[in-house]
């Protein structure tokens, strides 16, 4: 049962233009939503998160759209640069007994910005 | 301050074996998570500790353990292993755990099993 989907698995855009990443989930408990950066060889890097209660959360180039009645969250990427290609990880968080919780990873979206 | 540290970093075992991975979170950081990363399935979580006591745990068969020490060091075991077991393993490390929302990663262990 896959919970939080990336249903893109690449996406390829030129520098300078917008780079859109989308996940959508199932699960109306999430309470947090996370993106995270991966580069080959390297761990996944936080990069911004939105609260369930808000729709935007931007930082610098980046915002975090969420629609709850759609359930439905994006990562706007503006202007798109070559150091951004990467696989882009979705994350929610929801609680999981008591006061502890859990993330539950999309499969990810392969970016790709071409010079 | 150091980062997330992950040994070995790559791991070649056979079927059958058993295979035991390292992380040393950053310091000060009492949770360590593990995930387990796949080309089909993405990160998926293992489990977590927090001051040496699992306190969340992922949809993974029992030859999967895991164990923290008092200086915040976790290990991972994987019992028994089988050829669907390749992946990269990641570790986690946060002040205070998920509530906190912020992990920190480690590069990972490659497992490949023969």
């Known amino acids: 049962d896959q919970q939080v989907k990336q249903n893109s698995p690449s996406l390829s855009v030129q520098e300078g233009r917008i780079s859109i990443l989308n996940c959508d989930y199932t699960?109306?408990?999430?309470?947090?939503f996370l993106w995270y950066k991966k580069y080959p060889a390297e761990g996944p890097t936080f990069l911004i998160s939105?609260?369930?209660?808000?729709d935007k959360n931007e930082d610098g180039r980046f915002t975090v759209f969420l629609n709850k009645s759609a359930k439905h969250l994006s990562l706007h990427i503006v202007p798109s640069q070559p150091g951004d290609s990467a696989v882009y990880f979705c994350?929610?968080?929801?609680?999981?007994?008591?006061?502890?919780?859990?993330?539950?990873f999309g499969k990810g979206t392969l970016l790709t910005v071409n010079p | 301050k150091a980062g997330v540290t992950q040994t070995p970093r790559y791991l070649i075992k056979t079927r059958g074996q058993q295979v035991t991975l390292s992380c040393s979170p950053i310091?000060?950081?009492?949770?360590v998570s593990w995930y387990q990363q796949t080309p089909g399935q993405g990160l998926q979580f293992l489990f977590e500790?927090?001051?040496?006591?699992?306190?969340n745990k992922g949809n993974f068969p029992g030859r999967f353990s895991g164990r923290q020490f008092s200086n915040s060091r976790s290990e991972m075991n994987v019992s028994t292993l089988e050829l669907g077991d390749s992946a990269l393993y990641l570790c986690?490390?946060?002040?205070?755990?998920?509530?906190?929302?912020?992990?920190?990663f480690g590069p990972g262990t490659r497992l490949t099993v023969l």
């Open positions: 994350a929610a968080r929801k609680l999981s007994g008591g006061s502890n919780y859990k993330l539950t």
């Open positions: 699960n109306s408990m999430f309470d947090y």
């Open positions: 500790y927090f001051s040496e006591t699992q306190r």
């Open positions: 939105i609260s369930s209660i808000k």
């Open positions: 310091s000060g950081h009492r949770s």
């Open positions: 986690a490390s946060s002040a205070m755990g998920l509530a906190g929302h912020e992990q920190f």
